[in-house]
């Protein structure tokens, strides 16, 4: 990945908190040192206000951004709306025009692996969260395993990792996502929760 340094930042009004950034070609760019990937998305309400992020930023509405039109075509606001309460949720947009679309999706499509509720500032549990994401139409992530056991050496993790994709089993899935069942968080290492890339896709792809 080459990386260049951000030419200009266009403010949008005086009052504004909200930034649209893209890059050309790719979807990453550095924001006060931290790398910023732009396929990762946030939805939500909160004090009955509907808003959508990027990782680090909140976005204001535009006809081009492609977060903000997978929400008004998935009515996202009138789901979360529904739940009643203030809640995020946060997931994966991949499809054309994003990272080469390597799962070959015909549209843009978010798939959701967290929910949050912000008033308790506390991620669901995994069964609360696929309740919510059937009950309020989301589509989640593909759910691999959940009665494994991590007792494994980090060599039979990385073999673990390998695979198809269940969104396209042509193509070398990019990983997985290892966590608790119920939401535990370590002193030392926050949230438990960490991601096994697949060898075979980083050859293929980077």
Not at 74 to 86: F, T, V
Not at 109 to 134: G, M, P, Q, R
């Amino acid at each position: 990945m080459k990386l260049v340094k951000l030419k200009s930042i266009k403010k949008i009004q005086s009052d504004s908190k909200r930034f649209d950034i893209e890059t050309e070609k790719t979807h990453n760019f550095f924001a006060n040192d931290i790398l910023v990937h732009n396929s990762s998305m946030t939805a939500f309400i909160k004090d009955g206000e509907f808003g959508v992020c990027s990782r680090n930023l909140e976005l204001r509405e535009t006809d081009k951004n492609t977060f903000w039109i997978i929400a008004r075509r998935d009515d996202i606001e009138s789901k979360l709306r529904a739940c009643g309460r203030n809640v995020a949720v946060q997931g994966e947009v991949i499809g054309p025009g994003i990272q080469k679309n390597r799962y070959k999706l015909k549209q843009p499509s978010l798939f959701i692996f967290n929910v949050f509720y912000i008033d308790n500032y506390k991620y669901a549990d995994f069964k609360e969260f696929t309740e919510f994401a059937k009950d309020y139409g989301f589509d989640a992530v593909p759910i691999l395993n959940t009665e494994y056991v991590l007792d494994n050496t980090v060599d039979e993790l990385v073999e673990l990792s390998k695979g198809t994709s269940t969104l396209n089993t042509e193509i070398q899935r990019e990983g997985i996502i290892m966590r608790t069942l119920v939401e535990e968080t370590d002193v030392e290492l926050g949230r438990l929760s960490f991601k096994c890339v697949n060898p075979e896709y980083l050859l293929k792809f980077e």
